[in-house]
């Protein structure tokens, strides 16, 4: 599978946005999804996941109240609706994904096979 981030863009404390990731491939409804975040000189961070089906999310305490994952199979994208945008989350986000046969949700970078290319987050203060 290929994943295609975008959405990003530059916005001030407070805004909202919510990047996508479109995704080929016939078995994308099969795979857990997740997404992750780099920002400049950090290591890259988990940020929201979702299993296959897309009844179970989970995401990291920085985001957690403020940033919602979904995904719609019909379409082969997953979302990120990130809201009241801090300057500390300005990053490059990464999708992420795996085929899985069960439904799990992952939180680690090394448990995906597929990535995205980024898009740009910028919060401005």
């Known amino acids: 599978v290929q994943l295609q981030a975008s959405g990003g863009g530059l916005v001030q404390a407070g805004d909202s946005l919510r990047p996508s990731c479109a995704a080929s491939g016939r078995t994308f409804s099969r795979y857990a999804l997740g997404w992750f975040r780099q920002a400049p000189g950090q290591e890259r961070e988990f940020v929201a996941a979702?299993?296959?089906?897309?009844?179970?999310?989970y995401y990291a305490d920085s985001v957690k109240g403020r940033f919602t994952i979904s995904r719609d199979n019909a379409k082969n994208t997953v979302y990120l609706q990130m809201n009241s945008l801090k300057p500390e989350d300005t990053a490059v986000y990464y999708c992420?994904?795996?085929?899985?046969?069960?439904?799990?949700?992952?939180?680690?970078?090394?448990?995906?096979?597929?990535w995205g290319q980024g898009t740009q987050v910028t919060v401005s203060s």
């Open positions: 979702i299993n296959w089906i897309g009844d179970s999310t």
């Open positions: 992420a994904g795996r085929y899985v046969s069960l439904r799990v949700v992952l939180t680690a970078s090394n448990n995906y096979d597929y």
